[in-house]
């Protein structure tokens, strides 16, 4: 048996073994085909969550109108339409805040862990970190085109969200400084879908498996979340609605950055 | 070039070490078979050689001393894992386009082509797929990338003989095409004695065996002869494995010289690659390096029909 | 798919062997130890903290209805404690209290959905499938084995959260039966809701055979089940239609906690034809305590408090007739299903 002299191949004419990085477009492609399923779902989710705002939120502002016109004021009538704003539209208005607050976690639950802890699960990593990419390369991109997809969605659900439930703040004698209200305007909203992801992803990652990530990700957001309600927010040093919201979406970033961080470091060390 | 180099590789997992102290070089140009028993440590050296695992010590290089696992290496090296991976809910047309935008290099008309041939459906499930043909959209995939380096886990075992035969086929045109060396790990080693042109023995995480298959056939005999000359015969050889019988014994030695002389009443006859293989797996402390490294004093084992 | 069949030997039992359930209880334990393990654990933190925080609750409740508040006379320390209470201790308490809402399907999805959809999406099932017991009983019998586990679980969790909550009763006329969080969160309901979001999630679990989408089908289920729930739980044949019912008024305040459920709410005038417009208003949005003009009758429809207990059973009722529909679905899905 011989040994095969390596003939000129097609690769050795001008064959650079030291290569150019894999461009990142491609990455695009493929975090598309692999995530299509959520990416499709989110996207539902978004387009309905924006259309309900818009449709309910006019009635309300249209309600509102006709509440604050109403003359004589405190008379039977205009009572009848105060009953109706305190109860029917403050019921749909709450639930819609309700839902607008619950949603990031339950989508950062489904988004984050299972990038990398499914190719964990499955063993595809077997093949997906060999290619020419690299394992480093994979995983930023496709956590950076989750990740922002989400967050801009997100800050655009809260902006509707301000306006939609701005004719409550009157009535239910609500301000900017309000948690609840605080949570889901101006950067607040889009910092905490953000770090809700990112710490998806670290701890799918961390633990290895995508229903642990899961649980783990709604236990420590809620943590985060609780931990920031009731202690941080009262040890800000600033005490009106910007400079607080600057602060928390600063530290949600950089919270986020080293979660994404860890990930990465994670998925290098990672040894079969 | 030197396609794979490791020097005092090991890895640990815990306490127990699934690899250790090896140290070999594979030329360019060959067809290496990776063989030995399950847990021998053949898919952690190809983990460690494809980068997927980070090494506990020594160090592997791969294209000419491009570390494992590097920019240049990934570059350069196809890997296809044991049970050939895939994505089960992609078809595998998107298979084919997701290595492609994976990779600097991917022959798409290639690996249409060759799918088309095996009768492998681009717009089924990858899932769906029989398990010979999830191997053989893992190997395509994995030439169509135009490696130098083709490492592949037991690839033969999902797969009937006559696709054996055809992957085998395959494996070798992409070396004599466009020179790819090939690690390919398998049990079946009649088979691969067709077309391996090198070896490596790997058992209890030990590197056995690591030489030209050639020069292996070439540098050992099987001896037979009368039982009672057995040991004194031995004795003066370097024996890798006696098998002894009532009447017969049979001594597989190593030859440094063709040419020595068969001891009166003995025979000498020229071993097959499975025997060769099998005798040193029967045989977990002889190995027998590549020529140029100093060849340790063998234990030999002894087996009574 | 064929079936082979041999001919019965005579004198050979052929019938089905009985579940053993103390060995499909090993099996069901050691195949779900995480999830037996980790659900138990997340509501005993989760338990601890309400203890802690419903004590505290209990303790500002009390200094707050001894007050004399309720008597007109606002002192100022008094002012002090209910503004302490609404501001402080109610938003926590609304918090958990949507939170709860919430606990019955994570504690089902995550126990359902994985349940049978693991074993399919795995490939393990083509050794449980095939073992002496079958598949059926197998499923039978962790359907069974979780579901009870997670009812006891539910059920305590529900009960503390009903004890945590009790003080908050009277805040912005909450009562136990329509404030959704409440009337949900406690009781029977509580454990039925977890126990039918459970078999949404394995019923989902075996029918989509993933367990992400699973997972994801089972909250969209769980969702519109809470919402069809809510929608319903008005219509239940326990209302009672009272006149001159100007009474309410003594309802809503710290020492009478919980307000009755009003319906629907009407005026007659003489002779029992319906009042005009401009006398229903006035009479219905005039102060609370304050006089009907003779000859007028002010109608309500309403559920006393009394009827809580009642109310629970009816709305457990169907929930547990989904339950078990859900559960028979699945295992029709098991056996029909070539996987």
């Known amino acids: 048996m011989t040994v095969f002299a390596p003939p000129a191949s097609r690769l050795d004419a001008g064959a650079d073994v030291r290569s150019r990085p894999v461009p990142w477009p491609g990455m695009l492609w493929v975090t598309w085909r692999q995530h299509r399923a959520l990416l499709i779902t989110v996207s539902a989710v978004f387009c309905a969550a924006v259309a309900g705002l818009l449709v309910t939120g006019l009635r309300i502002h249209h309600d509102y109108a006709l509440l604050i016109a109403c003359r004589p004021a405190g008379s039977p009538a205009c009572q009848g339409l105060s009953d109706f704003f305190n109860s029917t539209d403050w019921h749909q208005g709450e639930f819609a805040h309700i839902a607008v607050q619950a949603a990031p976690v339950l989508i950062a639950m489904f988004a984050g862990p299972p990038v990398v802890a499914r190719e964990l699960e499955t063993g595809t990593y077997r093949y997906a970190w060999t290619q020419g990419i690299g394992r480093g390369r994979w995983t930023v991109a496709k956590l950076a085109l989750l990740g922002s997809l989400l967050t801009i969605m997100a800050f655009a659900i809260s902006q509707l969200l301000t306006w939609f439930f701005a004719p409550f703040m009157t009535t239910r004698q609500l301000t900017d400084l309000t948690p609840t209200v605080f949570d889901t305007s101006g950067l607040s909203y889009a910092a905490w879908t953000l770090v809700a992801f990112c710490l998806g992803a670290f701890l799918g990652t961390l633990l290895r498996g995508t229903l642990a990530g899961m649980a783990a990700t709604l236990g420590g957001y809620v943590g985060l979340a609780a931990a920031t309600w009731f202690y941080l927010r009262d040890h800000y040093p600033v005490r009106t609605f910007w400079p607080m919201q600057l602060l928390e979406a600063g530290w949600l970033l950089i919270l986020s950055a080293a979660l994404i961080g860890g990930t990465i470091w994670l998925v290098r060390r990672y040894a079969a | 070039m030197n396609i794979i180099e490791t020097c005092e590789l090991g890895k640990r997992y815990g306490t127990s070490w699934a690899l ?73 047309g998107d298979m084919l386009h997701l290595t492609r935008n994976l990779n600097q290099r991917f022959d798409t008309s290639f690996a249409r082509e060759r799918l088309a041939d095996l009768g492998i459906p681009l717009n089924k499930k990858a899932g769906k797929l029989s398990g ?46 466009d020179g790819v060396s090939v690690l390919l790990s398998s049990h079946q080693v009649a088979e691969l004695e067709r077309v391996a042109d090198f070896l490596i023995v790997l058992s209890r995480a030990q590197l056995q065996v690591a030489g030209e298959v050639d020069d292996l056939l070439a540098g050992h005999r099987l001896l037979t002869g009368p039982t009672a000359e057995a040991d004194e015969c031995g004795g003066r050889l370097t024996v890798v494995q006696t098998r002894r019988g009532d009447a017969q014994t049979h001594l597989l030695v190593t030859t440094s010289d063709a040419a020595a002389p068969v001891p009166p009443g003995w025979e000498s006859h020229q071993v097959s690659l499975e025997e060769v293989v099998m005798a040193y797996l029967r045989s977990p402390g002889v190995s027998q390096p590549a020529p140029l490294t100093r060849v340790q004093r063998p234990q030999p084992t002894e087996a009574t029909r | 798919m064929s079936v082979l069949t041999l001919p019965a030997q005579p004198g050979q039992d052929t019938a089905p062997p009985p579940v053993p359930w103390r060995g499909m209880a090993w099996v069901t334990w050691r195949q779900q130890r995480a999830l037996l393990i980790s659900v138990p654990a997340v509501l005993a933190a989760v338990a601890v903290a309400l203890v802690i925080f419903g004590l505290k609750a209990h303790h500002d409740y009390a200094a707050l209805v001894n007050c004399p508040l309720n008597q007109g006379r606002q002192s ?3 002012q002090k404690l209910f503004s302490h209470f609404n501001s402080t201790d109610w938003p926590l308490a609304n918090t958990v209290s949507i939170l709860v809402a919430l606990a019955p399907v994570l504690i089902g999805a995550f126990a359902g959905a994985p349940l049978l959809a693991r074993e399919l999406e795995s490939g393990s099932y083509r050794f449980a499938w095939t073992q002496g017991l079958g598949r059926e009983r197998q499923v039978i019998a962790k359907l069974v084995l979780v579901g009870i586990a997670l009812v006891i679980l539910a059920g305590a969790f529900g009960g503390l959260f009903s004890w945590f909550f009790q003080p908050f009763l009277w805040t912005e006329q909450m009562n136990r039966l329509t404030t959704e969080g409440v009337f949900a969160s406690g009781g029977i309901v509580f454990p039925a809701f977890t126990l039918v979001a459970f078999m949404i999630g394995a019923f989902l679990g075996m029918l989509l055979r993933r367990v992400i989408p699973a997972l994801a089908a089972t909250l969209g289920g769980y969702l519109v089940i809470r919402l069809a729930a809510w929608g319903v739980r008005k219509y239940y044949p326990l209302a009672v239609v009272t006149g001159n019912s ?55 429809r309403w559920i006393p408090l009394t009827h809580y207990w009642p109310m629970q059973c009816i709305e457990a009722g169907w929930l547990l007739v989904i339950a078990a529909a859900l559960m028979a679905g699945t295992v029709w899905l098991v056996r029909h299903r070539a996987a």
């Open chain 2, 20 to 92: 250790r102290d090896c140290t070999l070089t594979l030329p360019a140009g060959h067809l290496a078979a990776l063989v030995g028993p399950n847990g021998a440590g053949k898919s952690t050296l190809m983990n460690m050689t494809a980068g997927l695992t980070a090494a506990t010590s020594g160090t592997v290089t791969v294209l000419g001393g491009h570390p494992a696992g590097s920019p240049a290496a990934l570059n350069g090296v196809a890997f296809v894992a044991q049970d050939a991976p895939v994505y089960r809910n992609l078809s595998a």
């Open chain 2, 132 to 177: 010979g043909q999830q191997s053989q959209l893992a190997l395509t995939l994995a030439l169509a990338r135009r490696p130098r380096l083709l490492i592949l886990d037991e690839p033969l075992a999902a797969l009937d003989p006559i696709a054996r035969q055809d992957f085998l086929a395959a494996v070798m045109t992409a070396m004599t095409d």
């Open chain 3, 76 to 78: 100022g320390a008094c």
């Open chain 3, 246 to 300: 100007k009474v309410f008024s003594q309802f809503g305040t710290p020492s009478v906690p919980g307000y009755p459920w009003i319906l629907s709410t009407w005026v007659t005038g003489p002779g029992g034809q319906p009042a005009s417009q401009s006398i229903t208003n006035g009479i219905l949005n005039g102060p609370p305590g304050g006089s009907v003009p003779p000859g007028y009758t002010e109608w309500n």
